[in-house]
T-cell receptor, first 117, second 114 residues
Framework: GAVVSQHPSWVICKSGTSVKIECRSLDFQATTMFWYRQFPKQSLMLMATSNEGSKATYEQGVEKDKFLINHASLTLSTLTVTSAHPEDSSFYIC?????????????FGPGTRLTVL | AQSVTQPDIHITVSEGASLELRCNYSYGATPYLFWYVQSPGQGLQLLLKYFSGDTLVQGIKGFEAEFKRSQSSFNLRKPSVHWSDAAEYFCAVADPGGYQKVTFGIGTKLQVIP
């Protein structure tokens, strides 16, 4: 149980285009989802926290107009990188947390590798 | 603010040797503590976690970690390393309350030599 998937696993896009990444909790209801970004040879940095049906809370320094997060259902959150540029190239990882019990911890997706040309 | 320090960025051990990865944290109380492993290009896999109770925690793949409140440490150990253990290891802390914001250390890259 407690499986989180991400789609796509990797994406290459041209500079100026927008890219959408999906994060799904497959076997539990995720009341909270988190989006992280990982640069090469660095740790994960939290970008934003989203609760189902509410606006996401962004960490300091993260542009909310550039990284649009939607958590429209208890099993799906999306991250849209708008007008992507090469500096947005990174490994994006989502995690999901349920509402209690064994699901009261974060379960991580496999990540999405974004390359902007 | 919570923080995590992993003092060793890179460690090399021989297969079959014992392993200890260090982790120190800064937090006002006792946080939730985690160790994750990441293989190249992959997501994170939880090795073990500490919420409360017994300070020696057993995890998957033969790993264990010990929470030492007096030292604000949560070191990861394995008595005998296998070549398949080569990966990046992240220590993390989370606020027990709220939305459990997780803060990660910078990671320790483990290399295993035959």
């Amino acid at each position: 149980g407690a499986v989180v998937s991400q789609h796509p696993s990797w994406v290459i896009c041209k500079s100026g285009t927008s890219v959408k990444i999906e994060c799904r909790s497959l076997d539990f209801q995720a009341t909270t989802m988190f989006w992280y970004r990982q640069f090469p040879k660095q740790s994960l940095m939290l970008m934003a926290t989203s609760n189902e049906g509410s606006k996401a809370t962004y960490e300091q320094g993260v542009e909310k107009d550039k990284f649009l997060i939607n958590h429209a259902s208890l099993t799906l959150s999306t991250l849209t990188v708008t007008s992507a540029h090469p500096e947005d190239s990174s490994f994006y990882i989502c995690s999901a947390r349920g509402s209690g019990g064994v699901y009261n911890e974060q379960f991580f997706g496999p990540g999405t590798r974004l390359t902007v040309l | 603010a919570q923080s995590v320090t992993q003092p060793d960025i890179h460690i090399t051990v021989s297969e079959g040797a014992s392993l200890e990865l260090r982790c120190n944290y800064s937090y006002g109380a006792t946080p939730y503590l985690f160790w994750y492993v990441q293989s190249p290009g992959q997501g994170l896999q939880l090795l073990l976690k500490y919420f409360s109770g017994d300070t020696l925690v057993q995890g998957i793949k033969g790993f264990e970690a010990e929470f030492k409140r007096s030292q604000s440490s949560f070191n990861l150990r394995k008595p005998s390393v296998h070549w398949s253990d080569a990966a990046e290891y992240f220590c993390a802390v989370a606020d027990p309350g709220g939305y459990q914001k997780v803060t990660f250390g910078i990671g320790t890259k483990l290399q295993v030599i035959p």
